[in-house]
Every structure is written in C-alpha cells, then in structure tokens.
C-alpha cells in the first residue's frame, strides 16, 4: 500500500473516491487523524459524511429488522441509510467489524445494494478506516474480496509534523505544543508526534486535546501530574522544562510589530522554533500582521525563516503570501531563503 501524508490524503479523498468515484480504504494508528481528514474533506466539497463505525453495528442495522406496517411485514433498515442527495459514506474501524458484517459491506461497496436496498447514486463515493494488526487495535482479517474492491487503492497514513504543524496552528493547538513537537522531532532521535511504547501511546490526538487542555487550564502541581499521566514521566518532564523556558521568550506580536531586536543569535535552537511558529500563528490570526512576521522572519537565519515561511505557505495560503509587498519587495531574500536556484526563478 501506499504511505501518505494527511495533506496527500485528503487530495485522494476527493480525486479517486468523489471525483472518480473509486473505493479507497485508509490504514493509520489511533490516534493519528484519519476520520478528521474524511470529515475535512467532505467540509472542503460542501458534502455531507455519512459516518459510520462498524464495530458498534448490528447485521439488522443493515438488513433490516421485521415489523409490522400498515403495508404489512417489511423489513425496516437502518434510518440513516441515505435515500437521496449525494455524499460521502465513511465506513470506519472497518476490520474491527465482524466477518459477517464486512460481507454486508462487500455487498455494499460491489453491487451498491444490500437485499432491497439500493445506495443512491450521489452517495457511491465510499471511503473506509481502520487500523494495521500491527497498532495492537482488535483487528479482524479483511477478506481478499472486499479488499479487492477498493479498487481506488489503499492508503497508509503517517504522521508528518509540518503538516500536523499547519492543521494545529489553525485549529487553535497551543503554539507551545506546535513548537515544541517541531523542535524534538527534528533534533531527537525518538518519535514525539506519535509514539508507542507498550506503555505508552502518545498521539497527535492527544496533543491537540488532552495536553493542550493541560496546559493552557492547569497550574502547579496539577499540570505537571496530569501531562506525566497523558505522555508519561521522560517525556512529560522534557515539555514542562520546554514551556517554562516558553514563558521568559519576548512577546512575538512585539516582535512582529518591529521589535526585531530581541532576536538573538544566542538564542537557544528550542527558542527559535517557539518564536517561528508562534509568528506563522499570529498571522494566521491576524492577516495584518503578515507583513510584520514576514519581516521578522527574514531577520532571522536561513533555516528558520525557511520553516516559518513553508507554514505560512499552508497557514495563509500561498496565494496570500505570493501578494504581500514586502516579500514582492524582498523576492531576491525569499529565494535565498527557500533555496530557489536562478534557473528556477
């Protein structure tokens, strides 16, 4: 299978299972954004997601239970099996499912029926989830003929920090947390994004809901236990140290707003990265202030501006970025910057 990044999956999303109306099937570890991307990109389509995790359905649920009507006895399906319109019908946590359930799904993805029901036209744009064996989920073999019939491929996710960066930035994720997994998981040898160590898993989810809350609502004592509980004691003591030294950094608006000066050369590698993405933050927050990040930004060394500029890329949208005066002003420094060779220019 091919290994994607959530950036490369969402463009599959919508070019082979909508556009081309092909069945993709989406393997990752918990944890890792897969049913957050499905949804991102029916969002981006204006379509509807028709979720469903099929470890909690029932055989009726899909043939239908027995009941009596003015009719007579008909068997009544599932209520939220699409009639009409169009959508995305998302089919998670489909090997967790039972075998006699993934056969009602080879019936579903193959013919576009089961029994008498019929998918509507609009809503043949399948796209399923589930974990590897490998990622110790409970995990039931797919039969080689449903997995036959993802004939629109399938797809391992990865986790990758620059994208994972440029989702949290706009998610509202803490810029400690951003910076931070951005520092250790390009100067440390271990897995920060997502790791699983028996004992401990650690997540993209949890880090833009469980350590986020922590640390922008807890204090003392209560903080540090409860970040030590969420990523465990190694690690939990290597990300207090690291928002303790975020909090004596200078202000990033004041820097934006022209005080570049509080910007040293003998700052720590740990303190650029916090000041990086909290300038790609700000101007995603604020458009105003783009011309103001960019500037400190270009102040700053090769290596840093070109990471703050890359997500400022995916934060502010290239488009935005490529219209701004200074950098029109300054094009020369950005391809510098972004290692542009004159024959590309």
Same mark, same amino acid.
């Given at each position: ?166 989702? !949290? /930035?706009? @998610? *509202?994720?803490?810029? %400690? ?7 250790? $998981? &390009? ?66 608006? !004041? /820097?934006? @707003? *022209?005080?570049?000066? %509080? ?7 740990? $303190? &650029? ?73």
């Amino acid at each position: 299978m091919k290994r994607v990044r959530s950036g490369e999956l969402r463009e599959i999303i919508v070019e082979v299972a909508v556009k081309g109306r092909l069945p993709i099937m989406i393997w990752g570890a918990p944890g890792i954004g897969k049913s957050h991307i499905v949804r991102e990109a029916a969002s981006s389509l204006g379509m509807p997601l028709l979720d469903m995790r099929l470890n909690y359905y029932e055989e009726s649920d899909f043939l239908g239970i027995p009941m009596r009507t003015e009719r007579g006895m008909e068997f009544v399906k599932y209520a939220k099996l699409p009639r009409e319109g169009s959508g995305i019908w998302f089919l998670d946590e489909l090997t967790h499912a039972r075998t006699s359930i993934q056969g009602l799904i080879f019936q579903l993805i193959n013919d576009g029926a089961i029994e008498d029901y019929k998918v509507p036209d609009g809503w043949m744009h399948f796209v399923a989830a589930s974990n590897l064996p490998s990622h110790r989920s409970i995990s039931n073999q797919m039969p080689a003929g449903l997995y036959s019939r993802f004939t629109g491929g399938h797809y391992e996710l990865v986790p990758d920090i620059d994208d994972w960066a440029s989702w !949290a /930035i706009t @998610a *509202g994720v803490d810029n %400690r947390i951003i910076s931070f997994l951005q520092y250790m $998981e &390009k100067n440390d040898q271990n897995r920060w994004l997502y790791r699983d160590q028996g004992d401990i898993l650690i997540t993209p989810r949890l880090w833009a809901t469980g350590v986020n809350h922590a640390i922008t609502s807890l204090t003392g004592k209560t903080l540090e236990n409860a970040i030590m509980g969420m990523i465990g004691e190694d690690a939990g003591a290597e990300f207090i140290h690291f928002i303790r030294l975020a909090g004596r950094l200078p202000d990033i608006e !004041a /820097i934006a @707003a *022209g005080d570049t000066g %509080r910007l040293s050369e003998s700052m720590d590698a740990s $303190e &650029k990265y916090l000041i990086v993405s909290g300038l790609a933050k700000l101007a995603s927050r604020k458009p105003e202030m783009l011309t103001g990040c960019l500037r400190a930004l270009f102040s700053m060394n090769d290596e840093y501006a070109a990471l703050g500029v890359g997500m400022l890329m995916r934060t502010v949208g290239r488009q935005a970025l490529m219209q701004n005066y200074f950098l029109i002003s300054n094009v020369e420094r950005f391809h510098a910057i972004m290692g542009v060779a004159d024959e590309e220019r």
